[in-house]
Structure formats: C-alpha cells, structure tokens
C-alpha cells in the first residue's frame, strides 16, 4: 500500500505541471484570438432599435385605425337603419 503512494506523489506532481501548461498556452492562445479578432463597432444598434419599435407601433396604430373605422361605419349603418325603422 505504501509503495502505491510513493509513485502517487510524482505522477501528480507531472499531470499538475502538464495541465498548468496546458492553461497557460490556452490562455495565450485566447489572448492572441482575442487581439486578432475585429472590433465590432455598437454605435449604431440603440438607434436601430428604436426604428424597428416605432414602425411596430405605427403598424399597430393603423390596423387599430382601420379596425375603429370599420366599427364606426357598421355602428352607423346599423343606427341609421334602426333609426329608419322608428319613423315608418
């Protein structure tokens, strides 16, 4: 049992060395990626937004008015019948 230990200790020592240098070449590979990589540039997007929020709420706003427009018309048409009904 004690001699399992014994060779325990080394191995451990060389995997912890290994995947220290593993990290560290990853990290150096990120950091290479990472200043390689074009600058993406936001400047733009806020304002992009609210173009696409107003010309939501405008489409809403005329199929609204359009659906007003024809209940108005049908509310008139059926009180205009109605009305023309009383006086006969």
């Known amino acids: 049992m004690y001699d399992s230990l014994m060779y325990a ?6 995997l912890s060395a290994a995947c220290a240098v593993a990290l560290a070449a990853a990290g150096a590979a990120r950091k290479r990626a990472r200043h390689s990589e074009p ?3 936001e400047r733009g ?3 992009i937004s609210a ?5 939501i709420i405008a489409s809403l706003g005329a199929l609204m008015w359009v ?4 209940l108005w018309e049908n509310a008139e ?7 023309a ?4």
Do not use: C, M, Q
């Open 9 to 14: 200790t080394p191995i451990a020592a060389v």
């Open 45 to 47: 997007e806020g304002v």
């Open 85 to 88: 009904k009383i006086g006969k």
């Open 77 to 83: 048409e059926t009180t205009n019948s109605e009305i």
């Open 67 to 70: 659906g007003f427009k024809t």
């Open 39 to 41: 600058r993406h540039d």
């Open 51 to 55: 173009a696409i929020a107003v010309l």
